[in-house]
T-cell receptor, first 111, second 114 residues
Framework: LAKTTQPISMDSYEGQEVNITCSHN???????ITWYQQFPSQGPRFIIQ???TKVTNEVASLFIPADRKSSTLSLPRVSLSDTAVYYC????????????FGKGTMLLVSP | KAGVTQTPRYLIKTRGQQVTLSCSPI?????VSWYQQTPGQGLQFLFE???????NKGNFPGRFSGRQFSNSRSEMNVSTLELGDSALYLC?????????????FGPGTRLTVT
């Protein structure tokens, strides 16, 4: 399983764009990159997934460079409710792969 | 569509007892995974079931076991509880087995062992 490295914490203010970068140097050819968000005492929630280049949905954008050794989750115009832990995971869509959650990035959004 | 439900939401047990937690996946989802979350260790994978078969197992002692029924509902059991088993136990379901498929998590069961 490819290991991921991401910052332990980040601070931001309401209305700003937040970019969280995740490093996954030994990502395999069949691996996808997935981001989850977790609020205290709740289960994680899927945010976005990508394989290469750029993916955008109504919540976030995911930028993946050509070498795929890193990825950046971009949250546009954050609000206080975006304060949460964000996990970057790498894994393949095979029946025997599992999700390995690291420590995640604690994002604190202030007014 | 109803989300993943877990029962009970809170549980207090004493050391040495056993406990059974239940998870009902989203309708149509055949894969159910279980995770343990503690402040010190973070989110750790316990096991995954797909079509009543255990597909994957994390690095936990044999006191932790699970099963899945034909309707995809799943239970996990912890025997001979230890203080260190106090944690939030999360269940997640997905349409197919495999780590990269979108997983939908339940609210969790908060287990306290005294």
């Amino acid at each position: 399983l490819a290991k991921t490295t991401q910052p332990i914490s980040m601070d931001s203010y309401e209305g700003q764009e937040v970019n969280i970068t995740c490093s996954h140097n030994n990502i395999a050819t069949n691996d996808y990159i997935t981001w989850y968000q977790q609020f205290p005492s709740q289960g994680p929630r899927f945010i976005i997934q990508g394989y290469k280049t750029k993916v955008t949905n109504e919540v976030a954008s995911l930028f993946i460079p050509a070498d795929r050794k890193s990825s950046t989750l971009s949250l546009p115009r954050v609000s206080l409710s975006d304060t949460a832990v964000y996990y970057c995971l790498v894994g393949e869509n095979s029946g025997y792969s599992t999700l390995t959650f690291g420590k995640g990035t604690m994002l604190l959004v202030s007014p | 569509k109803a989300g993943v439900t877990q029962t009970p939401r809170y549980l207090i047990k004493t050391r040495g007892q056993q406990v059974t937690l239940s998870c009902s996946p989203i309708s149509g989802h055949r894969s159910v995974s279980w995770y343990q979350q503690t402040p010190g260790q973070g989110l750790q994978f316990l096991f995954e079931y797909f079509s009543e078969t255990q597909r994957n197992k994390g690095n936990f002692p044999g006191r932790f076991s699970g099963r899945q029924f034909s309707n995809s509902r799943s239970e996990m059991n912890v025997s001979t509880l230890e203080l260190g088993d106090s944690a939030l136990y999360l269940c997640a379901s997905s349409l197919l087995a495999g780590g990269a498929y979108e997983q939908y998590f339940g609210p969790g069961t908060r287990l306290t062992v005294t």
